[in-house]
């Protein structure tokens, strides 16, 4: 799923992703 959220934004940006992984880490 983290790999389509990537694609669902078109590129996204280090801080984006750096942003999207840690509202993941807190999920988990």
């Known amino acids: 799923s983290?790999?389509?959220f990537v694609?669902?934004?078109g590129g996204?940006?280090?801080e984006t992703l750096r942003a999207?992984?840690?509202s993941q880490?807190?999920?988990d």
């Open 12 to 14: 996204a940006t280090i």
């Open 20 to 22: 999207y992984v840690q």
């Open 7 to 9: 694609c669902s934004t």
């Open 25 to 27: 880490s807190t999920s």
């Open 2 to 4: 983290r790999s389509y």
